[in-house]
């Protein structure tokens, strides 16, 4: 299984590391500083990781040791999980937001599981799947690493600071913000060569999963479209992304995303007006995913698909379009906001 780490440029590699998912690699990223090396999203907690870091380093005469920085561009586990692992084996600080340090803190722990159980049962899921699905949050203790050496806030506009530049690759590189896909992501955007090192904040073959689970009032899918907007008025010609090859950005890539999204939420619209019309007035999270997404039914992707139908119809409340109705017992409901709507 060993592999050579692919050049991309004359300082930045790719690993390609593989994960047990549907969605079955990340993109990890080694860059020849003036100073030793940084490494950028290191992958999941398992055991092919470390063999393909172990191999990828060699092949450039290095080890650990030679990695002096470590970046994480957000906390889901496919990207943040063996960045704790690496630090303890090189040393090196870990860069990141600080409300990535905050998040993985929140979701990698025991609550998580019932957090997410409680949700999959108020979105309507039935009991037996819901278990199903809050399961893979028990699985994701064991494959990510608690970072306990030095935490370094790249985090910028979502700190409350100035943006941050910094060197990389000999270059400098200004940090760019965004939310949506994940709460407090970065992306490391050398702006004289227009190259993003972009995480999940832009993918070319897929559309970044964008999901709520009502545990506060935020509207992730508002955020991941700002998000856009950000990305859209910056200089970026190329990316080098999270998941898939790197490619050349076209406008009409960000523009197509933001259409995806708006077909989804027409669709959403119309499954709330249907389900509620032929029930009793309102209609369930899970049972409006069962129309976005007729073709889901393991619980690993439905985790997915219920929380980014959550997060459309989050939005779609926010449009003043529909309306929630929170039960006694938790149960969350959705209407039609009717003709009255402004």
Request: proline content about 5%; aromatic content about 8%.
């Amino acid at each position: 299984m060993p592999r050579a780490a692919e050049p991309v440029t004359e300082r930045i590699y790719r690993l390609r590391l593989p994960l047990p998912f549907r969605l079955n690699h990340v993109n990890a990223y080694l860059i020849r500083d003036d100073s030793g090396w940084s490494a950028v999203d290191p992958g999941l907690l398992i055991d092919t990781t470390r063999p393909l870091w172990e191999s990828a380093l060699a092949g450039l005469g290095l080890t650990f040791a030679d990695i002096r920085r470590i970046f994480v561009t957000h906390f889901h586990p496919d990207h943040y999980g063996f960045a704790g692992e690496l630090q303890r084996l090189s040393g090196a600080p870990v860069y990141a937001s600080n409300v990535t340090f905050r998040l993985a803190e929140r979701h990698f722990s025991r609550g998580q599981i019932g957090r997410s159980l409680n949700f999959y049962l108020r979105a309507g899921m039935p009991a037996e799947l819901a278990r199903a699905a809050a399961s893979f949050d028990e699985r994701l203790l064991e494959q990510t690493a608690d970072v306990t050496g030095e935490r370094i806030d790249i985090g910028g506009a979502e700190s409350g600071a100035p943006m941050r530049s910094l060197p990389l690759g000999g270059r400098t590189y200004t940090v760019v913000t965004g939310s949506g896909h994940a709460e407090g992501s970065v992306g490391l955007l050398d702006e004289e060569e227009g190259l993003l090192i972009g995480g999940d904040l832009l993918l070319q073959k897929i559309t970044p999963n964008v999901s709520f689970s009502y545990d506060e009032e935020r509207n992730p899918l508002r955020e991941y479209f700002d998000t856009l907007e950000q990305l859209k008025r910056r200089k970026i010609d190329t990316v080098l992304p999270g998941h898939g090859s790197a490619f050349k950005l076209d406008s009409r890539l960000i523009e197509s995303v933001r259409s995806h999204h708006e077909e989804r939420l027409a669709e959403a619209e119309e499954a709330v007006t249907v389900l509620a019309k032929a029930g009793a007035g309102t209609a369930a999270p899970y049972g409006i995913c069962g129309r976005l997404f007729p073709k889901v039914s393991d619980a690993e992707s439905l985790r997915f698909a219920v929380g980014e139908t959550s997060a459309h119809l989050r939005e779609l409340e926010a449009r003043g379009v529909i309306v929630r109705r929170t039960e006694a017992d938790g149960r969350l409901l959705f209407a039609p906001a009717g003709p009255a709507r402004a």
